[in-house]
């Protein structure tokens, strides 16, 4: 009677966390996408705006450097927090769980930057603010370390789920980047109920989430096959580029010791690059002419400016996401492979769409699953296939540097030898 009481409690614990912890992330990520709408209609309507990305990015600057110091790892700080959980008693006085500044900060100067023209994603901000506001949990209900780890892992599904309305991909994601080595059922069912809570949240507060089709999937071929393959390792070869662009970036910046300078210098470069180009089509999110990469010609070098300008503004300083502008990349080099590549336009550009994220991220398994969510079931076999050749052609290293103390490369293979273990 003891221990069926125990589980009892054990179970209602649990399930008033996901409640509330689903609740908070899921809203203020709701809370999060109506605003960075907002600012990118005002962006679009007060162009002028651009030229002051060099004091926004000041702005940004100062605030890390005197209140965020900690929470300018980004994403990396929500991985290593959950590797070092093992290490850390959660039941010592001294434990101090992830900042939670961390959120208001990341959610005002993610705003901040694309207000000004900065070219970043969303994800970034919305992973950030779910760890954070996950792991405060920690402490008030007294959690052990292996049951810190699953809460970091719910706040990183909720999160993710609720940018992009994909809560199957989020829930994977999260495992993916955080769990490889350990995954196992306490893990699974907490992301899950996590992804799927903060999406169905983040649709109660009326957000509308980008639709993309895939409008015609040929058969499965021989020959198709192959020209998958030769898609997937262009794609993979483009998250390559991708991660070193920003490499280089990263220590050309670093040589500024006064960080607060770095996002001001970025952005007077990034500032002078819109305004001598004239084109607002690589700045921001980018979703318009992502759409447009699934019917209509892109520009040959579409791809190739994204690149640089959103590796210009992450390296820099500005906050915000990876994930966004690598679907903007991939879309929109897919839609170009139609020149030598005899396969439909929407098709190369929804390959490219999920390659360049497995590619960059090293989380095929996710990026897989996204394809499907967004283009449907009949896309599994080429967006699967170029996705797995990206993430082999990509190279060792993936955007998120935490991800590889825990062994990224190789992370399909303990995902396939840990789901016959379960």
């Known amino acids: 009677m003891k221990k069926i009481s125990s589980n009892f409690l054990f179970i209602l614990k649990w399930l008033f966390i996901s409640i509330i912890t689903t609740g908070i992330i899921g809203s203020s990520t709701a809370w999060f996408l109506i605003a960075l709408d907002f600012v990118t209609i005002w962006r679009t309507n007060h162009i002028w705006i651009v030229n002051f990305l060099p004091l926004i990015g000041l702005v940004i600057g100062i605030n890390y450097y005197y209140y965020g110091a900690d929470a300018e790892k980004g994403n990396d700080l929500i991985l290593e927090t959950h590797q070092a959980a093992d290490t850390i008693s959660t039941t010592n006085s001294s434990f101090k769980p992830i900042p939670i500044l961390i959120a208001p900060l990341v959610f005002i100067s993610s705003l901040l930057t694309h207000l000004g023209g900065g070219s970043a994603g969303r994800e970034g901000t919305a992973v950030q603010m779910g760890g954070a506001i996950a792991d405060q949990f920690t402490a008030i209900f007294k959690l052990q370390a292996t049951e810190r780890k699953t809460i970091l892992i719910m706040g990183v599904s909720a999160g993710f789920a609720a940018v992009f309305g994909t809560p199957f991909a989020a829930a994977i994601f999260a495992l993916e980047i955080m769990s490889f080595k350990k995954i196992n059922i306490e893990n699974i069912i907490p992301s899950f109920i996590a992804a799927f809570g903060a999406h169905y949240i983040c649709l109660t507060w009326q957000v509308k989430h980008t639709i993309y089709a895939i409008d015609i999937i040929p058969s499965i071929s021989i020959s198709s096959l192959i020209w998958t393959i030769l898609a997937g390792i262009i794609f993979g070869l483009a998250a390559f580029l991708f991660m070193y662009t920003g490499k280089i970036l990263k220590s050309v910046f670093a040589k500024i010791k006064f960080e607060p300078m770095r996002p001001f210098i970025g952005g007077i470069i990034i500032a002078l690059f819109i305004v001598m180009a004239n084109s607002t089509k690589y700045i921001g999110l980018g979703i318009p002419t992502i759409i447009d990469a699934f019917n209509t010609p892109a520009g040959h070098f579409d791809f190739a400016l994204k690149i640089l300008l959103t590796s210009l503004t992450l390296s820099a300083g500005f906050k915000g996401g990876e994930v966004t502008p690598l679907f903007f990349i991939g879309a929109t080099l897919g839609n170009i492979l139609i020149w030598f590549i005899p396969l439909p336009m929407a098709l190369l550009a929804g390959m490219g769409f999920v390659a360049v994220f497995a590619g960059a991220t090293h989380?095929?398994?996710?990026?897989?699953?996204?394809?499907?969510?967004?283009?449907?079931?009949?896309?599994?076999?080429?967006?699967?296939?170029?996705?797995?050749?990206?993430?082999?052609?990509?190279?060792?290293?993936?955007?998120?540097?935490?991800?590889?103390?825990?062994?990224?490369k190789y992370d399909l293979y303990n995902f396939i030898r840990r789901a016959k273990e379960l």
């Open 363 to 408: 989380c095929v398994i996710a990026s897989i699953i996204m394809g499907m969510e967004l283009f449907g079931i009949q896309a599994g076999i080429y967006v699967g296939l170029a996705s797995i050749v990206a993430y082999f052609a990509s190279g060792m290293n993936g955007i998120y540097s935490a991800k590889l103390k825990i062994g990224a």
